[in-house]
């Protein structure tokens, strides 16, 4: 049940773009379309996961001296990989994202879990809180993606769905990301507001 309640905190409760609010930057920059948020999403939970896996196995033999630096060096390693593997594989994808993906080094998410959590609890819980997090980011920005390229360029994944949509192309510019941003953090305060209520129900 621990390990459960860890894994849904990232999705809602605690989910780290529309309730912690961090990492904000990247993630308006690449959800202009839905392959673009994935990929990303798949990048950042890979960086995480590994990384808190690591951290979890060695926290004890790192010095506190030197815990940052250290962190940072596990989380450059796992960025390194996973840049050279979409360069290697995805291409355009890659290209499209272009500064991003190196810039998941320095993303408050990661360093964030990694000294808050990863370096203090077990590894099944480091694990679980990896998925978690890194889930709950790539639904948002997906979520959020999928929104502004079928409002913004009348397509998804580049099919296009509506031969003679006129594309809002306010939604494919900055301000209509930070519109529909603004739309899911209030949907998701709203849904937590709902689950806290709820519980307390059950709990009386």
Known sequence: M????????GLI???????????LCSSLAVTTSVANG?????????????????IG??????PAS??????????AAFTTIIDYVLQAYF????????????LIVVNCIIMGRVEAFASKQSLPACVADGLG????????????SAVREILGAGTLLGF????????ILFFALPPGGFLVFALFISLGLMLKTKIAVKAAGGAK
């Open 2 to 9: 621990k390990l459960a309640k860890i894994f849904t905190n």
């Open 13 to 23: 409760n605690e989910n780290p773009l529309l309730i912690l609010m961090i990492g």
């Open 38 to 54: 994935l990929g990303m999403g798949l990048s950042m939970t890979f960086v995480l996961l590994a990384s808190e896996i690591v």
């Open 57 to 62: 196995i060695f926290k004890k033999l790192i």
């Open 66 to 75: 030197v815990r940052i630096p250290v962190f940072i060096i596990v989380i």
């Open 91 to 102: 291409p355009d994808l890659s290209k499209a994202m272009g500064v991003f993906i190196p």
């Open 133 to 144: 997090m890194g889930l709950g980011y790539t639904w948002v920005l997906v979520a959020i």
């Open 160 to 167: 296009e769905l509506f031969p003679d949509f006129t594309a």
